[in-house]
């Protein structure tokens, strides 16, 4: 039989919990309402009668009742989730200085979250294989690695102790937050490397996103995407990019390859098509297969007009072999399309970031360099280029790049390629004029007065952070 205390001990125990319930639900520290809990509480001990007991039970119920009345407590509510910590990133070059006021220039938000100038490296998440000499690389996505649909980034990888960098168009689209996906075919020093060496959780330096050739949002336009062979990746970026972001717009995707086994993405494709109603696709292979299920033949009028309803209002991007690009840029013009409707890029001007940096070519123009005074311009004429970190000022030629001025000055900014494709040696002039032969940097980096130093040549006097 349970003793009064044991009875006592339990009314105490309930109506405690029920306090602290009530407590933790209102989120506050003291409620005036404690003291009549309080005294509910302690009674049983000092009044242990049966009566008495009963009596507390009773006024115990009342008041949880006249409480929840008097003053509601919020319900429950579950504790919001932390976020994931990120996973610790590859430490970059502190962001160049502002530009000064008077040449300020608002920049949209994507860019202002971009990486700093140099390559950060990433995480393979994933090694796909898309076609027997094509595999896709999926890696995490370095913070501020904005992009848009067919752009392409810059991989440096180490053969034998020397940096190559290379260039590949980003086959994910820009809405997939976690990660981004470069699709790379196997041909070549750099690509056969990282078929034959990259696996799961390898590491890579990439280099901040970059290109002209977009997606063409703004515009409500049919979107025709004509791709030749792995000139699909970047193509491939803006048809996932439309059935997400632009899913009313008519998208017609014309892929031509070699062989049916060389055809990538096909699966996917298929997928697409069936379940996107604006989207279409045709296949078509250059040369001829006995045994295949798609169109044979190259991409020509015939195919064009029958896909393109109405070929003089819609918008074309082109992206394959350089010839390709010309027969059907010529093809549409004799279809009466405008010249601003079509956009192309053609995927060896990617790959031709081919040549490492040379230390010896640095080294043999400073042994050639004359002891020139620098009270006058050379030969041909030059302007003043000021190294402003460095505190330099000296007389350039006017067909000696920014570059090679800063090498044989022994002025130090970071190089790879040495094509205005990879961006490595990315600087601001902050002062004068300089014309950067580049078509990788965009609108917001050249208004804010950002150049390629190894295709770009001072026009006038100038000053070069660096």
């Known amino acids: 039989m349970l003793t009064t205390s044991a009875i006592a001990a339990s009314l105490t125990a309930v109506h405690f919990a029920l306090a602290m319930l009530r407590r933790h639900r209102s989120g506050r520290t003291f409620s005036p309402f404690v003291i009549p809990s309080f005294l509910v509480t302690i009674t049983p001990w000092f009044m242990s009668s049966p009566m008495t007991l009963g009596g507390v039970l009773i ?84 913070d501020g690695f904005e992009f848009v649909a067919g752009q392409f980034l810059a991989v440096k990888i180490q053969i034998d102790g020397k940096p190559h960098v290379r260039c590949y168009s980003i086959s994910s689209a820009p809405d ?22 990259v696996r799961t959780g390898s590491r890579l330096s990439l280099n901040r996103p970059a290109g002209q050739f977009v997606y063409p949002s703004g515009d409500d336009r049919p979107l025709v995407l004509v791709a030749g062979g792995i000139g699909i990746t970047p193509l491939m970026a803006m048809l996932r990019h439309a059935v997400v972001s632009d899913p009313t717009r008519p998208v017609t995707l014309l892929y031509s390859a070699k062989h049916q086994q060389d055809l990538a993405f096909i699966d996917e494709l298929r997928v697409i098509a069936l379940r996107h109603p604006q989207v279409r696709v045709a296949l078509t292979l250059s040369r001829a297969q006995a045994d295949a299920r798609v169109r044979q033949g190259r991409i020509d009028s015939t195919m064009l007009r029958q896909h ?27 279809m009466n399309v405008p010249r601003a409707q079509i956009r192309s890029e053609e995927f060896e001007t990617a790959i031709a970031a081919s040549v490492i940096n040379a230390p010896a070519r640095a080294h043999a123009a400073a042994t050639a360099k004359a002891s020139a005074t620098m009270s006058s311009p050379p030969e041909g004429g030059g302007h003043w280029v000021t190294f402003a970190s460095s505190g330099r000022t000296v007389m350039v030629p006017a067909d000696q790049t920014l570059l090679e001025t800063a090498e044989l000055e022994g002025v130090a900014i970071a190089s790879s390629c040495r094509a205005g494709i990879c961006q490595a040696c990315r600087t601001r002039v902050s002062d004068g004029q300089a014309d950067c032969r580049s078509a990788v940097l965009d609108d917001a980096d050249r208004e804010a007065g950002y150049v390629l130093p190894c295709v770009t040549f001072a026009t006038g006097d100038c000053v070069l952070e660096a």
Do not use: N
Request: aromatic share 4%.
């Open 308 to 334: 393109v309803a109405d070929a003089a209002h819609t918008i074309f991007c082109l992206c394959g072999p350089k010839s390709m690009i010309a027969d059907i840029t010529a093809t549409l013009a004799a």
């Open 59 to 142: 006024a115990h119920i009342l008041w949880v009742i006249v409480a929840e009345i008097i003053a509601p407590s919020a319900p429950l509510r579950p504790t919001a989730a932390r976020p994931a910590a990120t996973p610790a990133r590859a430490q970059t070059a502190a962001q160049p200085a502002a530009p000064p006021a008077a040449r300020t220039t608002s920049r949209p938000a994507a860019a202002a979250a971009r990486p700093a100038v140099g390559f950060a490296t990433a995480t393979v998440l994933a090694v796909l294989e898309d076609t027997g000499d094509i595999k896709t690389f999926r890696l995490e996505r370095p």
């Open 176 to 197: 997939t937050r976690g990660y981004l996906e470069i699709s790379v075919r196997k041909q070549g020093l750099v690509s056969s490397t990282l078929h034959a060496t």
